[in-house]
Nanobody, 127 residues
Framework: QVQLVESGGGWVQTGGSLRLSCAAS????????MAWFRQPPGKEREFVGAVSYVSGSALYSESVKGRFTISRDTTKNTCDLEMKELKEADTAVYYC????????????????????WGQGTQVIVSS
């Protein structure tokens, strides 16, 4: 079993920064990829970014590229999402997810490709 716990959400002004953290634990933790998704109000869950647990290589959605940075710490089993230049459109519940599947080519970006999910943390961006 794998537990994922997100932290760091909250309210931030437009243009501000916020850092989310995801802590993974459990005897079955064996992630190849860690990722962040988000679900804006009234919309479907969408991909934000993913990082290879082994190599550290990352993939981002076009909407956050250049503003968000995803990283992982293999000594602590954590995955962080540094968010800068936040916009109101970034308002959403942010979810941490891990995939136990070997990476074949590109990092996975679809929710169905992930095996474990956290409960989510709310991020509200407003002026």
């Amino acid at each position: 079993q794998v537990q994922l716990v997100e932290s760091g959400g909250g309210w931030v002004q437009t243009g501000g920064s916020l850092r989310l953290s995801c802590a993974a634990s459990g005897p079955s933790f064996n992630a190849y990829t860690m990722a962040w998704f988000r679900q804006p109000p009234g919309k479907e869950r969408e991909f934000v970014g993913a990082v290879s647990y082994v190599s550290g290589s990352a993939l981002y959605s076009e909407s956050v590229k250049g503003r968000f940075t995803i990283s992982r710490d293999t000594t602590k089993n954590t995955c962080d999402l540094e968010m800068k230049e936040l916009k109101e459109a970034d308002t959403a519940v942010y979810y941490c997810a891990t995939s136990d599947r070997v990476i074949r080519s590109a990092l996975p970006s679809r929710p169905a490709e992930y095996d474990h999910w956290g409960q989510g943390t709310q991020v509200i961006v407003s002026s």
